[in-house]
């Protein structure tokens, strides 16, 4: 038996693998179709042939961080900053609800504007009108008394990636004042706060190595999170990393059919960032193992300032109102899209 085919069974059955097996498997630039197929099983037998969909608000590219990758940086002064008052929030959930997305998933830059007291009101006001639905936050770090006040408010979950599970990779991508182990610690505040959490990390960041993503995978293994992002990195022409190359779409697939072997049970998107690299990048993350895609329910008017790297996809079947043309995508991909899901839990 080949290598390739042995290292995949082994994270089949036992969900793990050494940290040698994984540098192997992460080494190896032969034909991993073995690899993708069996990940494709295990999905298929855990989740069957359904894809999730989650209606995405970018509520604000406000950010006072200085992230190095990220286009919406507070440094950047080429961006065009708005921010979505409740009211346009509001409108974005009416459009989804009447499109079938039963989850809304706010994010934004780090933003002050949003205090505890603006966010509680919003969601509480969007669960009471949309009760059945799902309410999803990605608003950065925030202390865990905030985190506590917007889950008694009615948020369910909350994605935070951890971009890199080693110290010294962490801080080459971020300024000083922000840190792996504070990222961290918010991780750990919003599992014991009772989110359904989900982390991640971006593929071909400048300085990863194998050896960091294999300490990714110990991270989430520890963390066991509920859903895990992965997407490439992709350069933006106003920040540090400008001339750095952009993650590869066949190392993201790769590491899509490794995290569905590793956790079978979690929600793994094929991300935009997927999409905006390849023509064929979600629909080829959708065979691998992913199962959730989550398109742009954000007014038109703000989604090209929502600009974390160039060419960012948010049209065709990247917008929610093209829920047609994705549900064609997904279903030549072989899968099926879910609408109306009641199960907060998925
Ligand atoms: N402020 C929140 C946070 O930090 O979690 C949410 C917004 S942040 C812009 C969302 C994610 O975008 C980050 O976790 C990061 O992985 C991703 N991102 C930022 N810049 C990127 C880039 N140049 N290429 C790919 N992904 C990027």
């Not at 961290?184 to 989900?198: A, M, P, S, W």
């Not at 569905?260 to 080829?284: C, N, Q, V, W, Y």
């Not at 060419?311 to 047609?324: D, T, W, Y």
Request: proline share 3%; net charge neutral; glycine share 6%.
């Amino acid at each position: 038996m080949t290598d390739i085919k042995k290292i995949t069974d082994k994270l089949k059955n036992e969900q793990n693998a050494s940290d040698e097996e994984l540098l192997w498997l992460l080494d190896f630039d032969g034909d991993t179709e073995y690899l993708r197929s069996s990940a494709d099983e295990v999905r298929k037998k855990v989740y069957g042939d359904e894809v999730y969909i989650r209606g995405l608000i970018e509520i604000s590219n406000h950010c006072k961080n200085n992230c190095l990758y990220c286009g919406i940086r507070a440094s950047n002064p080429n961006v065009t900053r708005y921010r979505l008052t409740k009211e346009d929030i509001l409108a974005c959930c009416k459009s989804g609800y009447e499109l079938g997305f039963r989850t809304f998933v706010m994010q934004g830059g780090e933003d002050g504007y949003y205090s505890d007291e603006v966010m509680c009101d919003i969601v509480a006001c969007i669960k009471a009108l949309y009760p059945d639905c799902a309410v999803t936050l990605s608003l950065g770090e925030r202390s865990r008394e905030s985190y506590s006040a917007l889950k008694k408010a009615g948020a369910d979950r909350y994605l935070l990636r951890h971009e890199t599970a080693d110290d010294v990779h962490y801080s080459k991508l971020h300024p000083e004042n922000l840190t792996l182990e504070s990222r961290k610690k918010c991780l750990f505040d919003l599992k014991e706060t009772g989110y359904q959490v989900g982390s991640g990390f971006m593929v071909g960041s400048p300085f990863q190595t194998n050896e960091t993503l294999v300490k990714d995978f110990r991270f989430l293994q520890y963390l066991s999170p509920d859903m895990i992002g992965i997407g490439p990195f992709i350069s933006h022409k106003d920040t540090p990393f400008k001339n750095e190359k952009n993650g590869s779409l066949s190392l993201t697939v790769k590491l899509i059919s490794i995290l569905r072997l590793m956790f079978p049970h979690a929600l793994i998107p094929a991300t935009t960032a997927l999409a905006s690299l390849d023509s064929k990048g979600r629909e080829m993350g959708l065979k691998a193992g992913a199962n959730v895609v989550m398109p742009n329910l954000s007014p038109e008017s703000v989604r090209d300032s929502y600009s974390l790297y160039d060419n960012k996809a948010h049209s065709g079947s990247e917008a929610a109102e093209s829920l047609a043309l994705l549900k064609e995508l997904v279903k030549k991909a072989g899968y099926r899209v879910v609408t109306d899901v009641g199960n907060v839990k998925r």
